[in-house]
T-cell receptor
Framework: DAKTTQPPSMDCAEGRAANLPCNHSTISGNEYVYWYRQIHSQGPQYIIHGLKNNETNEMASLIITEDRKSSTLILPHATLRDTAVYYCIALYHNAGNMLTFGGGTRLMVKP | EAQVTQNPRYLITVTGKKLTVTCSQNMNHEYMSWYRQDPGLGLRQIYYSMNVEVTDKGDVPEGYKVSRKEKRNFPLILESPSPNQTSLYFC???????????FGPGTRLTVL
């Protein structure tokens, strides 16, 4: 699986969009970008994934650059409950991969 | 409500006293797995199961056993717990081989 790099921490004002970047310069053509988050010591929660097109669901949007070397997870209107550690990982689709989280980005949403 | 449940949520025990952490899912998922999470080491897979009676080792299986007699349940067994198994444990499940895994709430285990 390709290595991903994320900033260790970010702040965001409540109600504003939170934009979380992820670098994955060695990602292969068949690897998808997955995002999970973990709210303090709770079970990780799947957010969204994509290959090369931008994706949106009820939780977030995922923007992947054309060269696929980086992506951005967007929480359009961050709330205090979005305070969590966000993990970006590259995985082959439906391959039964075990999940291995690196350091992630600790997002602090402030009032 | 679709969910993965774990019990107990918190457990303090002593070295050598056998224990079982239960995991159950109500989504009819084939794939289930156990992870442990430790500060600085991230999430590491202990065991996984692709279906009933099919289990395999993950990255850190030593000191653990699992069984998959029913599709919904995947208990984690520590036959002789040691202090280095003090950790936060998560059970997860998913449909087939999908990477969108559903996690349980976690079990915080302390072995004295």
């Amino acid at each position: 699986d390709a290595k991903t790099t994320q900033p260790p921490s970010m702040d965001c004002a409540e109600g504003r969009a939170a934009n979380l970047p992820c670098n994955h310069s060695t990602i292969s053509g068949n690897e998808y970008v997955y995002w999970y988050r973990q709210i303090h010591s709770q079970g990780p929660q799947y957010i969204i994934h994509g290959l090369k097109n931008n994706e949106t669901n009820e939780m977030a949007s995922l923007i992947i650059t054309e060269d696929r070397k980086s992506s951005t997870l967007i929480l359009p209107h961050a709330t205090l409950r979005d305070t969590a550690v966000y993990y970006c990982i590259a995985l082959y689709h439906n391959a039964g991969n075990m999940l291995t989280f690196g350091g992630g980005t600790r997002l602090m949403v402030k009032p | 409500e679709a969910q993965v449940t774990q019990n107990p949520r918190y457990l303090i025990t002593v070295t050598g006293k056998k224990l079982t952490v239960t995991c159950s899912q109500n989504m009819n998922h084939e794939y289930m797995s156990w992870y442990r999470q430790d500060p600085g080491l991230g999430l590491r897979q202990i065991y996984y199961s692709m279906n009933v009676e099919v289990t395999d080792k993950g990255d850190v299986p030593e000191g653990y056993k699992v069984s998959r007699k029913e599709k919904r349940n995947f208990p984690l067994i520590l036959e002789s717990p040691s202090p280095n198994q003090t950790s936060l444990y998560f059970c997860a499940s998913t449909q087939g081989t999908r990477n969108e895994q559903f996690f349980g709430p976690g079990t915080r285990l302390t072995v004295l």
